[in-house]
């Protein structure tokens, strides 16, 4: 009896296992365009008070309008494409996720980049974020330090189309002093030190935008900007609309 | 004395007749691969994902226990029919069930931090500890089945489960000193496997032939297949990932796996919190991942102070603007490089406290030329041990200790510590540093900032209370805190600072472009300048705390901020139930990232463990109603086995959490005491079955005096203890065991005595509800270790005591055992 048992529970779970695969990917391109207004349209609900934290009454129209045209379900892998427009963080493979909606809402729009601006990110991924924001600046200059994720990423955003931006792989902490300076700096990897190149590679009245937190886990953006005479100053601030006193205090 | 026999089926006992003399060492040896197996996955499980998690996944997995009791009820007949190949059989599975649940379990793709966002982790969860139950039910099919088969031997049958199982941990943990834990679990498989084939009796050449091709068997598994999968998400794996990573050394030990990377193609640039003033950039780095997380590094260093210069940057080098050649305490060594910047400083002297042997030995010997043999210089001297229990042993003073970033920004960050006891930033602790400085000494204190504020006030408001408690008059003039754009730093002087010293700090401040966070007589609008927070600023609760009515923050913050101390050594837990109505709504921002998730996963892990325990108690019973005892009756005695389960569970906890400052490790921990109690509480079932048999008046009678002493032992043990442990904590090692496991002794032996003796009496009344008793055991062991913690964080260890005192003696108290056979023998007649 008890074989027969953990024979039944071998079979529950190997079906259990193979159940994620099973249900993905199955929308096809006008169900993924509603669900992304759908998505935009709940966004523009959440970030309605968050004016207050960022000094600015709402996000740009040029980052909703972004956000609505870039298909976000090409930028995830296959098994998770029905969750493409959740607004939540995806795992897109070696330990990397693809940040929550939400968030590349506020970091793009925290950028205050514009159609002249030329923008260099660190960390691609899976290029979600670099697509987002060549719908808005001139050019995306984009690293991705894990090789696979780079090619992916580079492979991808030329099938869909996205000419104005430049991928490379490699080590971000010495920037991309090429195509420097830069209007603004997007610092999406991990990192304990904020590189010494990068700030001197970001333009006087640049802006760079770092999400602080780990995987799954975005915690607060910092935003450092870099006044006329070369020096920085950062702003913390918390995605999230939420004051840790009580109001009687 | 009432007869056994009358309630069996088949002529019962007396026709199956007494157990073989292979019953008691073939139970103690499955029992100790049981709890030896438990202590493997929690060591490889918190490898594979985050300790916290382990814990709950391993919990869960024992109600392995508690579905045994069902099982049993269920085929009792069959079993007492056929009891050889029952325990046997049962051994041999649990055997040859390990490996391939474990293999599986650890190919689970449970992935624990997204679990706020996806709930079909839980899904992934609960087949987790599914997979890992299945061993455990085995093992506790062979002890509650020799219980139930041999209701007039239980109480030795326990003794030597216990025993057995505390013969277990001993033994594996010292197996991992020199193997590595998935090797070890192999040899726990064996032990399985050769607990079946010596059970089985009387013994035949089949049965030793089929062991010894189980045993090959498993010996010849791939030691690759048994390696932890170490989830992507941790630090490890994904530095692997990049470009030119490749793992330079590796080890497993009791301590943890410690994995040196080194990538010469891109190298490692860790400097927390640097100032954004700076240019210089670090030299190269070897990166030092302890179970694939929490990394320090190794700085390459030839001698010249040159390539140093980063260290000058850091927020943890304000002290060294405040003292000239200064004797230093680091705790938390690691790699080095606080020890590095010390000596970059022209320190005096260093001494390094770090807790992982094989850390030391890492810079020493793995990387002694790249490290610039720092731990070998004549002014640098490295102590392997527990930071508080090296301060208790020796009585040095130091013009600095410097505490440094000890857990990773991530582990920090995604709360996954908030479960983890940390004597470092309690109350107690900043008192001991404080005794251990010069007059004009200074502790200090670097943590990662996190928003909203709370690691920073906690640390504030322990540094506040440990001032007062030691007869400082203003401790707000004996305070610092500076902020950067990532970590805040505490500095704590012994004497008031001096307005030169406030000058350097400020100084120091501003060449960084670091905010002054807490200076005595700043001005508001010195604080929140360069790396700018939108209000309550950390100087507007730093004032609130240290000039204010504190208590009134600390009540009104919506995290809990309040000082950590020994008795709840919670320091990375802010949890407060009133923030969750609030974050849950704010859930699509995101905030759900707020709430420090390890207590809520415990929480979870209980809400699931409590219905499965529920059902796990009923089930039996309806198995069992055609017995016709009363619903009253059943209730009482179910009661009296769940409130011993529980008490036990939480007496062991709370040693255990008071034997880590002591023992100098969570792992000597871990051996000394569920060792020492499972041996002595093993002894003293076994001594209740002697007094038993040769009284014949020992029964249920003698639970109250018995609980009596337990609860009055616990008690003592509460108060007496810590000064026990003050005196023992400068003996050298093995005497300060040996005190240790003494201490516990009579409380564990007399701890051992409640549940056979309730076995004695249901084996009169009821011998067919002794599985279910079983089953409600190990339910209750389950719950048990799942609430102690959270009582731990509220209440704290010292009230978990006092509980578990409590639950003893209304076990005692529960009036039952007056139906069936034997007369009534309540406890208070």
């Not at chain 1, 931006?165 to 420097?180: F, K």
């Not at chain 2, 913690?789 to 529960?814: D, K, Q």
Request: proline share 6%; glycine share 8%.
């Amino acid at each position: 009896m008890l074989i027969q048992s953990a024979i039944r529970i071998g079979a529950i779970a190997l079906a259990t296992l193979l159940l994620p695969a099973q249900v993905s990917g199955r929308n096809n391109e006008a169900e993924y365009t509603e669900m992304r207004r759908e998505m935009v349209s709940d966004l523009k609900r959440y970030t309605r008070r968050f004016g207050d934290e960022s000094g600015s009454p709402t996000l740009s129209d040029d980052v909703w309008a972004s956000l609505e045209t870039v298909p976000r379900h090409h930028f995830v892998p296959a098994n998770e494409q029905d969750y493409a427009y959740e607004n939540r963080p995806l795992p897109i493979g070696y330990g990397q996720t693809i940040s929550q909606p939400y968030i590349v809402a506020l970091m793009t729009d925290l950028a205050r980049a514009d159609k002249d601006d030329v923008v260099l990110e660190i960390g691609t991924g899976s290029g979600y974020q670099a697509a987002v924001f060549s719908r808005i600046a001139r050019h995306v200059y984009t690293m991705e330090i894990v090789e696979p994720l780079a090619e992916a990423a580079e492979e991808r955003l030329r099938k869909l189309g996205y000419t104005n931006i430049t991928t490379r792989s490699g080590d971000g902490y010495y920037g991309w002093p090429e195509h420097a300076p830069y209007d603004v700096i997007l610092v999406t990897a991990a990192s304990t030190s904020i590189p010494p190149p990068l700030i001197t590679q970001l333009k006087p009245g640049g802006r760079m935008v770092i999400p602080v937190g780990e995987v799954f886990f975005t915690q607060q953006l910092l935003l450092l900007e870099k006044d006329a005479e070369g020096k920085v100053t950062t702003q913390h601030i918390l995605p999230v609309r939420f004051v840790p006193l009580t109001g009687e205090h | 004395m009432a007869t056994i026999s009358g309630e069996w089926p088949h002529g019962g006992p007396d026709r199956i007749g007494p157990p073989t003399g292979g019953l008691y060492p073939g139970i103690g040896l499955i029992s100790a691969a049981a709890l030896g197996y438990e202590i493997l996955l929690m060591r490889l499980f918190s490898i594979a994902h985050w300790q916290h998690f382990a814990y709950i996944i391993i919990s869960l997995a024992l109600l392995g226990y508690g579905v045994s009791g069902t099982l049993i009820t269920l085929v009792r007949e069959r079993t007492a029919m056929r009891p050889v190949v029952w325990l046997s059989a049962n051994a041999l599975l649990f055997g040859m069930t390990l490996l391939p649940g474990y293999v599986l379990a650890m190919r689970v793709p449970f992935n624990g931090l997204e679990i706020v966002w996806n709930l079909d982790q839980i899904g992934w969860l609960a087949l987790l500890y599914s997979l890992l139950a299945i061993p455990f039910l085995c093992a506790a099919n062979c002890v509650g089945g020799a219980l139930a088969i041999y209701p007039a031997h239980a109480p030795r049958v326990y003794g030597w489960d216990l025993a057995g199982a505390g013969m277990g941990v001993i033994a594996v943990v010292a197996a991992m000193v020199w193997f590595p834990p998935q090797w070890a679990l192999k040899g726990v498989a064996i032990a399985g496997i050769a607990a079946g084939a010596y059970l089985w009796r009387p013994w035949r050449p089949g049965i030793g032939a089929t062991g010894v091709v189980l045993c090959v068997g498993i010996s010849l598994v791939p030691g690759m297949w048994l390696s932890p999968v170490v989830s992507e998400f941790k630090s490890l794996p994904r530095t692997l990932n990049i470009k030119g990573a490749n793992i330079g050394f590796e080890s497993f030990s009791p301590w943890g796996m410690l994995t040196a990377v080194e990538n010469p193609e891109i190298p490692f640039r860790h400097a927390p919190g640097m100032s954004l003033a700076t240019v210089n950039e670090p030299p190269a780095q070897v990166a030092v991942f302890t179970d694939g997380d929490g990394m320090t590094t190794i700085t390459r260093y030839d001698g010249s102070r040159e390539p140093l210069r980063h260290l000058e940057q850091l927020p943890s080098s304000l002290p060294y603007a405040l003292l000239d050649k200064p004797d230093v305490l680091v705790l938390g060594a690691g790699g080095g490089t606080d020890v590095l910047q010390a000596l970059f400083y022209d320190a005096r002297h260093v001494d390094a406290v770090e807790l992982n042997p094989r850390m030391s030995e890492l810079v020493r010997y793995g990387y002694r030329e790249f490290s610039g043999r720092i731990y070998e210089r004549p002014d640098v001297k490295v102590h392997i041990a527990e930071a508080r229990a090296f301060l208790r042993e020796n009585e040095r003073r130091y013009d600095l200790i410097q505490i440094a970033l000890l857990d990773s920004f991530g582990s920090s960050s995604s709360g996954t510590r908030a479960l983890d006891e940390n004597y470092l930033y309690t109350v107690e602790a900043f008192q001991d540093y404080l005794w251990h400085l010069n007059d004009h000494g200074i502790v200090a204190v670097t943590r990662w900032l996190k928003l909203p504020q709370r690691d920073s006030l906690k640390l504030i408001a322990t540094a506040r209370a440990a001032l007062e408690e030691t007869g400082a008059s203003f401790p707000e003039s004996h305070l610092a805190v500076i902020r950067g754009w990532q970590t805040v730093t505490l500095l704590i002087s012994r004497r008031p600072w001096l307005t030169s010293d406030l000058e350097r700090i400020r100084h120091f401040a501003d060449t960084r472009r670091f905010d002054l966070a807490w200076l005595p007589g700043m001005r508001a609008e010195e604080a929140n300048r360069y790396n700018r927070i939108s209000r309550p600023t950390l100087h507007d609760n730093a004032r609130a705390l240290l000039e204010g009515n504190a208590e009134s923050l600390l009540g009104a913050y919506k995290f809990d901020i309040s000082p950590s101390t020994d008795d709840r050594p919670y320091f990375s837990n802010f949890f407060r139930w009133r923030l969750l109505p609030e974050l849950l709504e704010l859930r699509e921002q995101g905030a759900l990232v707020l709430l420090d998730s390890g207590y809520l996963v415990l929480v979870a892990a209980l809400a699931q463990a409590i219905p499965l325990a529920i059902v796990l108690i009923l089930l039996p019973l309806l198995l069992l109603h055609r017995r016709q005892r009363s619903g009253v009756e059943n209730v009482r005695t179910g009661l009296y086995f769940l409130l011993l389960g529980l008490a036990f569970m939480f007496i062991e906890m709370a040693y255990l959490q008071r034997f880590v400052m002591y023992t100098g490790h969570p792992v000597f921990a871990a051996a000394s005491v569920l060792g020492s109690f499972l041996v002595f509480a093993g002894l003293g079932s076994v001594t209740a079955s002697r007094l038993h048999a040769a009284t014949a008046e020992l029964g249920i009678s003698a639970i109250v005096p018995v609980a009596s002493v337990i609860a009055l032992l616990g008690l003592i043990d509460a108060a007496v203890l810590p000064w026990l442990f003050t005196i023992g904590m400068s003996a050298p090692f093995g005497i300060k065991l040996l005190i240790g496991v003494l201490a516990v002794s009579p409380l564990a032996f007399a701890m051992g005595m409640p549940f056979p003796l309730g076995m004695i009496r249901l084996a009169e009344v009821s011998p067919d509800f002794i599985p279910w008793a079983w089953g409600i055991n190990g339910c209750a062991s389950v719950l048990g270790t799942l609430a102690a913690p959270l009582l731990a964080i509220h209440l704290g260890f010292n009230t978990v005591i006092v509980v578990a005192a409590a639950l003893y003696m209304a076990a005692a108290l529960v009036p039952w055992g007056r139906f069936q056979n034997g007369p009534a023998v309540h406890p208070t007649s």
